[in-house]
């Protein structure tokens, strides 16, 4: 029963894997389909609050505070490319997760096989590691399009787009990065240890 698990999981990965990529691909494309509706993009206000008490005419008891947090917009008349931009996130995400999927389930597969350190598993983590790396730097393309927006609507100056970066996917790649180069000199040395030639054995007279 384990071991049928374990001959079960490259492939229920890859499943998972290609699962993420169609929804990717299919979120982008139903977005592109929304065109020249409205689209949805991210701002925190460039207006301080009381700016923006004074525009709404809202008047706060003492002792209370609007907070200057991040927003929802909904802009007319948007483009294509605007569509696809504010969720180029979730696309690039699922594409990066199609691709990993491959890559872990031929990692799993040499473990498996009782063959792991191979030549090619260094290069499949230096790729792991650019994809996690990818996916991290994803988050700021919805960024870029609630600022394309902004700029097209006329509202650069009263909201900035919103920016969100976590170091987490920087710091994973990063770690990842640091294996492949380990494993790397491990495979080297294991291939050197191989070639070298065996000693012939005393011989006795």
Known sequence: MDRMIVNLTPYAIRFAGAVAAIWGIAYAINGATRAPG???????????????????????????GLHDGEL????WDSTVAEQVLSRADVLLSGLCAGIAALLLSALLGSVTDGRPFQRRDPARITWLAALVIVWGLGSLLPGLAAATVL??????????????????PIAGGGFLLALALSLRERVKASDAAAKRPATDPPSCS
């Open 38 to 64: 409205y689209v949805t993009i991210r701002v925190t206000p460039a207006l301080e609050s009381a700016d923006h008490l004074r525009l709404s005419g809202v008047d706060l008891p003492a002792g209370v």
């Open 151 to 168: 700029d097209r609507a006329g509202l650069a100056e009263t909201f900035l787009p919103s920016l969100t970066l976590s170091w987490v």
């Open 72 to 75: 929802s917009l909904n802009v």
